[in-house]
């Protein structure tokens, strides 16, 4: 069945469905597989709970009118949300990078709101699954579209970009992640840079950060067009007990948010760069970055009864880990670091621990994880197996009167000590 023949058949349902669990009557269901599942086994229970026809793999058995046989599930629902996607006359921001980039997107979402009706990856759903998912989310109404594409290997944009084919782009930074998967920090830049190879091939135009040396050589290497932002007459305000969030000092006055960590500026910049840009005015720009409220473990700040916490658990590499590091210690009084080991780093985990612990001499912390154990042998630093094992300890030892740095990748869980702090 052709591309445009499916599509017609999806424009006549009620939706796209990819999970059994959320059906609703009259949807299209489409039989992903994976590691753990296999959707073709909910096929005809699928068609049993109302969906309107079934797209699945050649190989499975069952006969049904309305069962669509395809040879690959994942390249049909990526050639269908690039399908739709050529319907809409739009501009569409592609984002990617090492860190912050789901902290950018609700920035940039929360700024270019104030003036258009914008559709934007929720949470995120950025790999080779939730970038059509996220790409189906666009509709008529539709003025403007943020898609957020993660990688962790060096070809993973390719096939996401030519699902959201965006007009417009934006990489945040380029650091140290994933490097199991990249192999090296050039790989890093290679992998992110595809979103520069797309628009230099389609006349797109790019957002970068004039204060990282990584893009610009990248930008430069390309001859792509750009719209610079950066810290040019801007002053990050120190923070204090008073006013423990990120305040930027424009020429203008002070923009104030709910933001922590100074790492955060630049995507502030970026949001307010895009708003410019697309003509948002400049007071509803400010409006929408200090009423956006962060939340899911990125640059939180909770104040409990003994603590102040910086929570940013949901993810580490070192890059992120060093500037979170360097906010710690620019924040008053008693600081702590509950800090959980860095994932897929590959060859060079070993070395990347080493280099956190060496930073961590001097500062009251405690670690979590194998990688750490490691690193951290011949010092007095505390580490625990997993974060169950430290929320433990924090529970019969607990801290008070503390600033405390929550923060470690995602298969470490920091969050789960939370409650005892």
Same mark, same amino acid.
């Given at each position: 069945?052709?591309?445009?023949?499916?599509?017609?058949?999806?424009?006549? !349902?009620e939706g796209l469905c990819t999970d059994t669990r959320t059906l609703r009557p009259g949807q299209l269901f489409l039989a992903l597989k994976g590691e753990n599942f296999n959707g073709d086994n909910f096929a005809l229970q699928a068609l049993e709970a109302g969906a309107a026809y079934a797209v699945v793999s050649d190989a499975l058995e069952a006969s049904d009118p309305r069962l669509i046989r395809v040879p690959d599930t994942l390249a049909t629902l990526q050639a269908l949300a690039?399908?739709?996607?050529?319907?809409? #006359?739009?501009?569409?921001?592609?984002?990617?990078?090492?860190? *912050?980039? %789901? %902290? %950018?997107?609700?920035?940039?979402?929360?700024?270019?709101?104030?003036?258009?009706?914008?559709? /934007?990856?929720? &949470?995120?759903?950025?790999? #080779?699954?939730?970038?059509?998912?996220?790409?189906?989310?666009? *509709?008529?109404?539709?003025?403007? /579209?943020?898609?957020?594409?993660? +990688?962790?290997?060096?070809?993973?944009?390719?096939?996401?970009? +030519?699902? +959201?084919?965006?007009?417009? *782009?934006?990489? %945040?930074?380029? &650091?140290?992640?994933?490097?199991? &998967?990249?192999?090296?920090?050039?790989?890093?830049?290679?992998?992110?840079?595809?979103?520069y190879d797309y628009l230099k091939e389609h006349d797109g135009i790019a957002f970068a950060n004039a204060d #990282?040396?990584?893009?610009?050589?990248?930008?430069?290497?390309?001859?792509?067009?750009?719209?610079?932002?950066?810290?040019? *007459?801007?002053?990050?305000?120190?923070?204090?007990?008073?006013s423990p969030y990120l305040q930027l000092q424009f020429a203008g006055g002070v923009l104030s948010t709910h933001l922590v960590g100074a790492y955060n500026a630049n995507n502030i910049l970026a949001a307010l760069k895009i708003g410019w840009f697309f003509g948002v005015?400049?007071?509803?720009?400010?409006? +929408?970055? !200090?009423?956006? =409220?962060p939340s899911n473990n990125r640059s939180q700040l909770l104040k409990t009864e003994k603590n102040t916490l910086i929570v940013d658990a949901y993810n580490a590499n070192p890059s992120s880990m060093a500037v979170a590091l360097d906010n710690l210690a620019l924040t008053e009084g008693r600081k702590v670091a509950l800090l959980g080991e860095m994932r897929e780093l590959g060859a060079d985990a070993a070395a990347e621990h080493k280099k956190i612990v060496e930073r961590l001499q001097g500062t009251e912390a405690y670690l979590v994880g194998e990688a750490f154990a490691k690193a951290a042998e011949g010092t #007095? =630093?505390?580490?625990?197996?997993?974060?169950?094992?430290?929320?433990?300890?924090?529970?019969?030892?607990?801290?008070?009167?503390?600033?405390?740095?929550?923060?470690?990748?995602?298969?470490?869980?920091m969050e789960k000590v939370i409650p005892s702090l």
């Open positions: 069945m052709e591309i445009s023949q499916l599509y017609a058949i999806y424009k006549a !349902s690039a399908y739709h996607r050529q319907q809409f #006359d739009i501009p569409v921001i592609g984002l990617t990078g090492t860190n *912050g980039k %789901t %902290t %950018t997107k609700e920035l940039i979402k929360a700024v270019l709101s104030a003036k258009y009706r914008v559709t /934007a990856t929720e &949470g995120n759903l950025n790999n #080779d699954v939730g970038v059509p998912l996220s790409v189906f989310r666009i *509709g008529e109404d539709t003025e403007i /579209a943020i898609i957020e594409m993660g +990688a962790s290997h060096p070809e993973d944009l390719r096939p996401l970009l +030519a699902v +959201a084919q965006p007009t417009h *782009g934006l990489i %945040t930074n380029v &650091g140290k992640a994933h490097l199991l &998967g990249f192999g090296s920090f050039e790989g890093v830049k290679h992998a992110k840079g595809l979103l #990282d040396p990584d893009l610009q050589e990248m930008l430069w290497e390309r001859g792509l067009p750009r719209i610079p932002y950066g810290m040019d *007459g801007v002053t990050v305000l120190p923070a204090s007990a008073r005015p400049e007071a509803d720009a400010w409006k +929408a970055v !200090s009423s956006y =409220i #007095d =630093i505390p580490v625990f197996a997993s974060s169950d094992q430290l929320a433990s300890y924090l529970h019969e030892h607990p801290l008070e009167g503390c600033t405390v740095l929550v923060k470690g990748s995602r298969g470490t869980r």
